[in-house]
Every structure is written in C-alpha cells, then in structure tokens.
C-alpha cells in the first residue's frame, strides 16, 4: 500500500482490547508536546463529528448490518476521517498519532467477524486501495487474549459490540494483527504489550524518535 506523501508524520496505534493504545497514545503525545513537537491527537472510528456519529452507530447501536456494509460503514468514517482531520495536519507538517486504523478492520471485521474468509478481506482490500491514507508506521501492542480480557473487566464501564464479542472471535482479531504484521513487516512493529505501563511508553517513546530521526537524515 502506498504511504502517506505529506510533509508530517502519520503514526497509528493498533491491537486488541485492553492492549493499553489510549493510555500510552495519551502518554505519548503528552510527552512529543512537551518537547515543543506539534501533535495531534485523534481515534477511529471518529475524529471527524460524522466519523464520531458513525462511531455510536457501530459500536453502541441497536441495529446489526451484513458484513459487508458494516466494513463499509467503518470505510466512510475513515474516509470523512482522512479528508477533514488527518490530511490538513499531515500537510501542516504535524505528527498524527491515531488509535486504530485501516488494519483494525482487517483484524476486526477480516478475521474476527469474516472468520478470514478470503472474499471478505479482498472485499477489505479492495476498499483500503480507494480510502487510501496508508501510515508512515504502525504499533501493534500485542497482548494475549486471556490477559487483555482480565484487563477490560478491571476496567469496568459500558462494553461496546466488539469487547463484549466471546473469546473465539479476540483469537481470530490477535491472529488478524499476526497476519498483517507479516505481510507488512517494514511498517507495522510488534510491541509486548504485556510489559509495565512504563516500559511500554519507552519503547513507544524510543520509536517515534526513530522515526523523527530517519525523516530528518
């Protein structure tokens, strides 16, 4: 997939539930901003008012679509998503930091509702290709299913559709991130997301100045 072409830097946060991404994307950006980086912040599906109307509807609605309009409905707050928030920071030379992405609905809608079903992640594919807004690099925060479901349940508070799936479909959503670190090594970088909150943040940290670094050379 091609990669973003603007002057900023496009980094997303990826994996299963209770890997940790909103407290270390917070974290993270807390600390770029302190060191005078210009930041922002964002989340899918949402960042955009219709991508967060979108977001309700699929996360909390009543109703329950077929597979391939719900892929489509993440696809067109994605698109929204790109198109108002993403791109105009991007070309102002920010670093946008967004939790979840493209690679979520491969993990998500792909393995975890599509079972894997070839049809339903080249429909995926497919759609990725004309959204488009690939990311400069990805962190997979990895964790394993048993350990990321005593996490969400110290928790506590409302359980959207997805964490409250059973455990059967959180295996097939950690074999989906697998499957697409593997087929996109150079992009996307496996974290153990298993470690301390604080070690984590440093590897996270460590990262992004690598790749501050690399885009400065």
């Given at each position: 997939?091609?990669r973003?072409?603007q002057?900023?830097?496009?980094?997303?946060?990826?994996?299963?539930?209770?890997?940790?991404?909103?407290?270390?994307?917070?974290?993270?950006?807390?600390?770029?901003?302190?060191?005078?980086?210009?930041?922002y912040?964002?989340?899918?599906?949402?960042?955009?008012?219709?991508?967060?109307?979108?977001?309700?509807?699929?996360?909390?609605?009543?109703?329950?679509?077929?597979?391939?309009?719900?892929?489509?409905?993440?696809?067109?707050?994605?698109?929204?998503?790109?198109?108002?928030?993403?791109?105009?920071?991007?070309?102002?030379?920010?670093?946008?930091?967004?939790?979840?992405?493209?690679?979520?609905?491969?993990?998500?809608?792909?393995?975890?509702?599509?079972?894997?079903?070839?049809?339903?992640?080249?429909?995926?594919?497919?759609?990725?290709?004309?959204?488009?807004?690939?990311?400069?690099?990805?962190?997979?925060?990895?964790l394993?299913?048993?350990?990321?479901?005593?996490?969400?349940?110290?928790?506590?508070?409302?359980?959207?559709?997805?964490?409250?799936?059973?455990?059967?479909?959180?295996?097939?959503?950690?074999?989906?991130?697998?499957?697409?670190?593997?087929?996109?090594?150079?992009?996307?970088?496996?974290?153990?997301?298993?470690?301390?909150?604080?070690?984590?943040?440093?590897?996270?940290?460590?990262?992004?100045?690598?790749?501050?670094?690399?885009?400065?050379?």
């Open positions: 997939m091609p973003n072409k002057a900023g830097l496009f980094i997303t946060l990826e994996g299963g539930e209770g890997a940790g991404k909103t407290t270390q994307l917070a974290r993270l950006v807390g600390r770029l901003e302190s060191e005078g980086l210009p930041v912040r964002t989340r899918e599906p949402g960042g955009t008012p219709a991508a967060e109307a979108l977001r309700k509807l699929l996360l909390f609605g009543d109703e329950h679509f077929c597979w391939q309009a719900e892929i489509m409905t993440h696809m067109a707050a994605r698109a929204d998503h790109l198109a108002q928030a993403i791109q105009p920071a991007l070309e102002e030379g920010k670093i946008v930091i967004c939790d979840r992405f493209h690679d979520s609905t491969w993990a998500y809608q792909g393995y975890g509702i599509g079972e894997g079903r070839r049809e339903v992640l080249d429909y995926i594919s497919s759609l990725r290709r004309l959204v488009g807004g690939e990311p400069d690099v990805t962190f997979w925060l990895d394993p299913c048993e350990r990321a479901r005593q996490r969400v349940a110290q928790r506590g508070g409302k359980v959207d559709r997805y964490e409250g799936q059973k455990m059967q479909f959180h295996q097939r959503v950690r074999e989906g991130f697998w499957k697409m670190a593997e087929c996109d090594p150079d992009r996307i970088v496996r974290v153990d997301a298993s470690q301390s909150v604080e070690e984590v943040q440093e590897h996270l940290y460590r990262l992004v100045h690598q790749q501050l670094a690399g885009r400065a050379a």
